[in-house]
């Protein structure tokens, strides 16, 4: 039977040509614009690439405008000239993102650690929840460990010593008794088990102290209040275990997992739309905070070798020591990861909270990087909540800064202090902008230093807790994707996947392998023709 030829002849199609037994033959036919040195293919790679990364070039080109239109105005005059009035207008759609994104913080992590939680293994589930704070506890050890390494290095105290002060916030530091280790720990704990759910979505316990007279003496008694601002701890506790009583009731949970599982599905609808607006909110925001600083050279001169010190420290750790992690985990580009996420280290750059640039990095570490929804929706809200790789970097150079201008020195047993509860107290920092200077005071009373030189580190924490950010989000990053190549490597050694779906979303493969070798949560069941398997996922535990 002879084969039709082609009726038509197509650019890159194959024509028909008689051979000598009566078949035909397909003869490729060359491609008349590869002749002219592929200039159109090289221009449409160029497009498509573009196109494909068009929201993190915006976002980039966003940041630096920003830093030039603040440093502009700055030298125009600044805060003084534009006015209070003008300076609010001006900030106003930096504010616009913060807000859109802080909206979402709530619901997204809830509903993500809920379905995430219900829809992981048991067993799964203690093992990746024990890599990630492996992971994350060593990362914030070494973060620690380079920054006091670098301030003693460096001595960036030393040129400063003579100076008390930059003045403006000294008193307002020095009112208020500084906190107790111990209080702060059980704040801690307090916050990890709060009691009221509702007031925990926006208030988080906190000590204060009164100072009361005893017998002729003052003393600091410790009293507990609720504050403002989002317990985020508690809230992820919550979900996990809330998640996990879901996958034990079976059936009967099946649809409230399916309903937080959609509602977090609806919710990374919304971040996709919000990332859109994401560069015009970062611009304003990067150039209203410069605009703020009265007088930005004085604080470069002053305290330039401090804030050398913080971003030589931020950028050692996570252009060289992070990558190299992933790089000996994985042996993949850890590079082209990062070019993966950037869109959302620029959103940290320009809101400086990890919490608000949350949802821009679920999106990215799942549609650029490959990390599955079940690791991101896992990991990423406890990695904001517990990784904190920049603010203990950062707090471990502000110790021994301010130790070294105060020319108090440090024995062993004082840096290793630095280093546990820098570590320690990085967990409780909230993920918001200038976090780690809240817990700064614990470390400084822990090796005795005084607390009222932290005014030397606000005056320049506007730009040092935006690299802390980028640090903290990039640290849980490569932490989701280092556990999602466990899990591949997991699953190609057992042939059984590690991860189980609930029955709602995809339907599972027949497995070969017999039920007793395989996935405990999975039974067989003889198919329609009685000879095949099917495969269905044992609700009840």
């Known amino acids: 039977m002879v084969a039709d030829p082609p009726k038509g002849n197509p650019k890159g199609s194959a024509a028909a040509e008689s051979t000598e037994n009566g078949g035909v033959a397909l003869v490729p036919i060359e491609d008349p614009g590869a002749s002219r040195g592929g200039c159109c293919s090289s221009r449409d790679q160029v497009r498509r690439c573009l196109r494909a990364n068009l929201l993190v070039l915006l976002t980039v080109v966003a940041v630096v405008a920003g830093v030039a239109l603040g440093l502009g105005l700055s030298q125009a005059g600044g805060a003084a000239a534009l006015g209070p009035a003008r300076l609010t207008a001006f900030a106003f759609p ?22 995430g939680a219900a829809s992981l293994d048991p067993s799964a589930l203690g093992r990746l929840g024990a890599w990630a704070l492996l992971f994350f506890l060593v990362t914030t050890l070494l973060a620690s460990a380079l920054g006091v390494g670098l301030a003693l290095a460096l001595q960036p105290g030393a040129a400063l010593a003579n100076i008390n002060s930059l003045g403006g916030v000294t008193d307002a530091v020095e009112e208020a008794p500084s906190k107790e280790v111990l209080d702060s720990f059980l704040d801690l704990v307090r916050n990890i088990f709060p009691s009221n759910l509702v007031s925990a979505a926006f208030r988080s316990y906190a000590t204060f102290y009164e100072i009361r007279q005893f017998n002729g003496t003052q003393v600091k008694v410790p009293l507990g209040n609720e504050v403002e601002g989002m317990n985020i701890l508690g809230l992820v506790v919550f979900a996990i275990v809330f998640g996990v009583a879901l996958r034990k009731l079976g059936p ?38 410069i605009v703020e600083m009265e007088n930005v050279e004085m604080l470069f001169a ?8 913080c971003l030589l420290g931020h950028a050692i750790h996570g252009l060289l020591v992070l990558p190299l992690i992933y790089f000996l985990f994985t042996r993949k580009n850890p590079y082209r990861f990062l070019w993966g996420i950037m869109t959302a280290l ?24 490959g990390v599955s929804k079940q690791i991101s929706r896992f990991i990423l809200p406890i990695g904001a909540t517990v990784n904190m790789d920049g603010a203990a970097l950062f707090q471990c150079v502000a110790a021994v800064f301010i130790a070294q201008l105060n020319q108090r020195p440090l024995d062993f047993v004082k840096i290793i202090t630095i280093l546990v509860t820098a570590t320690a107290s990085s967990v409780g920092a909230a993920g918001i902008p200038a976090g780690g200077v809240l817990t700064l005071a614990i470390i400084l009373e822990a090796v005795s230093l005084p607390v009222h030189d932290i005014s030397l580190i606000l005056a320049v924490d506007w730009l040092v807790d935006r690299s802390c950010t980028i640090l903290n989000v990039e640290g849980d990053a490569f932490g989701a994707g280092l556990l999602q190549h466990y899990v591949d490597r997991t699953e190609s050694q057992s042939s059984v996947p590690e991860l189980i779906q609930v029955k709602s979303e995809t339907p599972l493969a027949p497995l070969p392998s017999p039920t007793e070798e395989g996935n405990p949560l999975l039974k067989h069941y003889p198919g329609p023709g009685g000879d095949a398997d099917t495969c269905e996922k044992e609700s009840v535990m």
């Open 302 to 309: 002053s305290l330039g070798k401090y804030i050398l010190c």
């Open 346 to 369: 620029a959103t940290a750059f320009g809101t400086s909270s990890s919490s608000a640039t949350l949802p821009l990095m679920m999106k990215c570490v799942e549609e650029r990087n």
């Open 252 to 289: 009967e949970g099946e649809l409230l997992i399916r309903f937080f599982n959609s509602f977090n599905d609806a919710t990374m609808v919304l971040v996709s739309w919000i990332m859109w607006y994401a560069p015009v909110g970062i611009l304003f925001l990067v150039a209203g905070k």
């Open 94 to 115: 930096g504010e616009v993102l913060l807000r859109l994104l802080r909206m979402i913080i709530l619901p997204l992590v809830v509903c993500s650690l809920v379905g």
